[in-house]
């Protein structure tokens, strides 16, 4: 997918920005790496573990599925239609070769399949290379087509007639059944011979696995009696400099709004700023999901697991919930149950008393990215698709809705409608009938989140924007600006006074506050050291997961 052995049919890189940061070519795998940024996966591996924009650590973390798909639509010519020429630096169309314009995604199929294609003469590697197109006519005048017993020994070679008779008295008809019968015996042989080394090797390497782990036990055995008698004292120096760094970031905090309340530029009272108040930490990569259930805490993570939090307890430590085989996108929960879907395309359904797992079944052909549910019935997204299932008729499936055009990454419900996130638009789903009533078409690329308000109707995009609608007329209202990156989820919170808050958070690693009745930010909360992925609310606080692996409580 390099664009210096490409010759792309339109200008239309250009204009999606899908050029990668460090090599300035079209991105091939991009992936967002742990600073934020999206990089070629094979940048990012040759750049030494340093992002070049901020110069921090970074690595890898999850294919950036938009991207990838942005790029998939860009037209090129076939690679048998293109030469490169003398004095040229990029190739051009070559009016002799294949004239086909394709879009990449569909290039190595088309391709690997094209009329144009230089191949051999499956007959014999001594014949001349040709055009796939030419094969046919080749074949029926081709000189080296092998006596089918070639691979017993004989070593005729003619044309296809020639070899027609020559069958009749080769030497090794007479024996074919006998010499088949003795190589499907051979075939097998070698396979159990394949699958003795096979256990051979891993044996071997568990036997030195399990000397290291010994090896490894002994030592750590030496050192835990010496660690345990300093955790103690480590404990007690840790919580005092968290307080007095929070003491000393609030008294910033109420400076800096008194002097902004002072200027005119912020009507927010000091005392309604929202503050963090505590910060989860236990998960091993980035956290794209929370929700809650009886004041527990369920956040799901790129290191294939579920952690729940006792929100009564913050001091209590996480209980771990495993059984995927890929990363968790989503998580949703009703009445005394948990359903999580992840990368290894199945939804698994847990009870939030217990933490066990119930059921597990396979959903989507892809990812799965987006859940919520409704009254009996479970909904879920993936690539193209949404699916319903009956979750009071063991998980059946009910329904599947028309083919979208792009991933659903938001799903949500209020009153009669399903609401669905996709690619420049917003669709709103009749939940009696399952079809569509109305289409909202928002700019901005992909839809990444929804909320849904006793107001509005709320999304946020690829490209920055919050874009609202009147829920109940469809009208659209404003578009919200401010953040520098996608807005990767949306969330409402409104106090007893009922002025209501939206939240929404970003790739820049920010969630900020607006007042919505003035459609302006009072707020940017900046705790976060990656992009903020999820939020959730509960009791008066508003709940955040991030890429940096944390999770973080805010309250007034």
């Not at 091939?28 to 924009?53: Q, R, V, W």
């Not at 040709?130 to 004989?154: D, I």
């Not at 490894?216 to 010496?226: C, G, I, R």
């Not at 808050?501 to 050291?529: G, P």
Request: hydrophobic share 35%; glycine share 6%; aromatic share 8%.
């Amino acid at each position: 997918m390099d664009d210096g052995f490409m010759l792309f049919a339109d200008d239309r890189a250009a204009e999606l920005k899908v050029h990668c940061p460090l090599c300035k070519k079209v991105y091939i795998d991009p992936f967002i790496s742990t600073c934020g940024h999206t990089f070629c996966l094979k940048c990012i591996k040759d750049n030494a573990g340093e992002c070049p924009l901020d110069a921090i650590k970074f690595s890898p973390v999850v294919k950036n599925i938009a991207v990838y798909e942005q790029v998939g639509e860009l037209l090129v010519h076939c690679c048998y239609g293109v030469i490169l020429k003398d004095g040229h630096a990029h190739p051009v169309v070559d009016t002799n070769g294949c004239q086909a314009v394709i879009k990449i995604s569909e290039k190595h199929e088309h391709e690997e399949n094209c009329e144009f294609k230089p191949i051999s003469c499956p007959n014999d590697e001594e014949c001349p290379k040709m055009f796939r197109k030419e094969l046919e006519q080749h074949l029926q005048m081709c000189q080296n087509v092998k006596c089918p017993h070639h691979k017993y020994g004989c070593p005729f070679k003619g044309k296809k007639e020639q070899v027609t008779e020559h069958v009749q008295n080769c030497k090794f008809e007479g024996v074919k059944d006998y010499l088949q019968s003795l190589d499907e015996i051979i075939t097998e042989l070698k396979k159990d011979i394949i699958t003795k080394d096979s256990l051979i090797t891993n044996l071997q390497g568990t036997v030195t696995e399990l000397e290291e782990r010994l090896s490894d036990t002994e030592k750590n055995a030496a050192l835990t009696s010496k660690r345990l008698d300093d955790l103690e004292e480590r404990s007690t120096s840790i919580m005092k400099a968290v307080s007095s760094t929070t003491d000393n970031f609030e008294f910033v905090m109420s400076k800096l709004t008194l002097v902004e309340h002072q200027l005119g530029t912020n009507p927010i009272e000091p005392q309604l700023l929202f503050k963090c108040q505590g910060t989860f930490v236990g998960h091993k990569g980035p956290v794209w999901s929370l929700c809650i259930s009886n004041d527990v805490l369920f956040s799901a993570s790129s290191d294939n697991t579920i952690k729940s939090w006792n929100l009564r307890s913050i001091y209590e430590g996480p209980r771990t919930m495993t059984g995927h085989d890929g990363i968790i996108l989503a998580v949703c929960s009703k009445d005394n149950y948990l359903y999580s879907g992840s990368s290894d395309k199945t939804i698994k359904v847990w009870d939030t008393k217990t933490l066990s797992l119930v059921s597990s079944f396979v959903a989507h052909d892809d990812p799965i990215c987006s859940l919520t549910t409704h009254e009996n019935k479970l909904y879920s997204g993936s690539l193209r698709s949404i699916k319903v299932w009956d979750l009071s008729d063991d998980n059946k499936l009910l329904k599947v809705l028309p083919t979208q055009n792009h991933w659903v990454r938001a799903l949500a419900v209020s009153g009669k409608y399903l609401y669905s996130g996709s690619y420049r638009a917003v669709k709103i789903w009749d939940l009696l009938s399952m079809e569509v009533a109305h289409v909202l078409q928002c700019n901005g690329g992909s839809v990444y989140s929804l909320a849904l308000t006793s107001r509005y109707i709320v999304c946020g995009t690829y490209e920055n924007m919050i874009h609202l609608w009147d829920i109940n007329t469809l009208a659209e209202i404003t578009s919200l600006s401010g953040h520098v990156g996608t807005v990767y989820a949306l969330a409402e919170l409104s106090n007893p006074g009922g002025q209501s808050r939206l939240f929404s958070a970003s790739y820049d690693k920010t969630i900020r506050v607006w007042n919505m009745d003035l459609m302006t930010c009072a707020q940017t909360m900046s705790r976060h050291e990656g992009s903020v992925t999820c939020l959730t609310v509960n009791r008066g606080s508003i709940i955040s997961g991030s890429v940096d692996n944390n999770i973080k409580i805010w309250r007034q």
